[in-house]
């Protein structure tokens, strides 16, 4: 099974879900992409997925323009944009599923941005 995990900037949601189905099961194919990939994975991200098990340190955010060629059985949209407004891709998939998780690196994009507002 191939399942191709998606939201904009593939640094923090779709790389934490990655790693989670990756987990579930070593035998089913499963990587993320976004429609605009930041540079690096949110750092916070990193640090709290290590906590949890996952080495996430040699991840790089991937645009879905190297997977737009790979047929895909899952298509997973993690982004909390409007059904209108979501990213879209348009490679070849049998089964959508579209979940609207916030995007937690818009508020704290390090650690320090986490202490500082997280009592707000």
């Keep these: 099974m191939k399942i191709l995990i998606l939201c904009r900037k593939n640094s923090t949601r779709s790389q934490i879900a990655e790693a989670f189905l990756k987990s579930l099961n070593p035998e089913m194919e499963v990587f ?14 990193v640090k709290v997925m290590n906590e949890l098990g996952f080495d996430l340190s040699n991840k790089k ?12 059985d899952y298509l997973i949209t993690v982004c909390s944009d409007s059904i ?8 070849n998939v049998k089964k959508r599923i579209y979940f609207d998780f916030a995007d937690p690196s818009e508020k ?11 009592e707000e």
């Design 32 to 45: 993320s992409a976004g429609t605009e990939p930041d540079d690096e994975i949110n750092s916070f991200t």
């Design 84 to 91: 209108k407004n979501r990213p879209l891709f348009e490679g």
């Design 108 to 118: 704290y994009r390090n650690e320090e941005d986490f202490w500082l507002n997280s």
């Design 61 to 72: 955010p991937k645009s879905t323009e190297i997977f737009k060629d790979i047929d895909f």
